[in-house]
């Protein structure tokens, strides 16, 4: 069974940083492109990051770009997402996905979601 | 940037048809997948590739392209259907991920 399972979000000042962990479980984590999504309260869903299988790509939505970094480590199944320059509208649950597709040279939908960890970016 | 537009929400009865759609400029070259998302639940695939469904998704679920909108199309609609619904493409020359506004489809 796949699973993923998100760590790391709390209560952070403006300004702060927080490192997000994912770990994957229940499939071949190397195969897959992987993805951060988040959801502010009440909002829709927003793609934040992904990250190609051998990390040689990563792209990032222009709000983040410079701020956070995403990365993954295949040997120890997880993803990350280290987020510095902390704002109040980054305050959002955080999720971890997995591609549908093994072994895609490009972005597949997410086929498999985390449960989310929450990050609130307040004084 | 790159915008899909959803209505933002949705009435149905049960056991009729509902439809949502998915607006953005030229989406007929880009691959629509859709989401359905219960309140307090992570989202989960429902249709990709502008039709095919994941496996243990209900045949009732179907997706469809025409022009410059995506369409998906829930048949004899139950109760557990109410939820958020979300398109989404890749866009290769942004290389970003969107996600439509969302659409509340609510069963009466």
């Known amino acids: 069974e796949v699973q993923l399972v998100e760590s790391g979000g709390g209560l952070v000042q403006p300004g702060g940083s927080l490192r997000l962990s994912c770990a994957g479980s229940g499939f071949t984590f190397s195969d897959y492109w992987m993805s951060w999504v988040r959801q502010a309260p009440g909002k829709g869903l927003e793609w934040v990051a992904n990250i190609k299988q051998d990390a040689s790509e990563k792209f990032y939505v222009d709000s983040v770009k410079g701020r956070f970094t995403i990365s993954r480590d295949n040997a120890r199944k997880s993803l990350f997402l280290q987020m510095d320059s902390l704002r109040g509208e980054d305050t959002a649950v955080y999720y971890c996905a997995r591609d549908i597709q093994t072994g895609s040279w490009s972005p597949t939908p997410s086929a498999y979601w985390g449960q989310g960890t929450s990050v609130i970016v307040s004084s | 940037s790159y915008v899909l537009t959803q209505p933002p929400s949705v009435s149905v009865a049960p056991g009729r048809l509902a439809t949502v759609t998915c607006g953005g400029n030229?989406?007929?070259?880009?691959?629509v997948h859709w989401y359905r998302q219960h309140p307090g639940q992570a989202p989960v695939l429902v249709i990709y590739d502008d039709v095919e469904r994941p496996s243990g998704i209900p045949e009732r679920f179907s997706g469809s392209k025409a022009g410059n909108t995506a369409t998906l199309t829930i048949r004899r609609v139950e109760a557990g259907d109410e939820a958020d619904y979300y398109c989404q493409v890749w866009d290769a020359n942004l290389v970003s991920e969107v996600f439509g506004t969302g659409t509340k489809v609510t069963v009466l």
């Open positions: 030229n989406i007929g070259d880009k691959n």
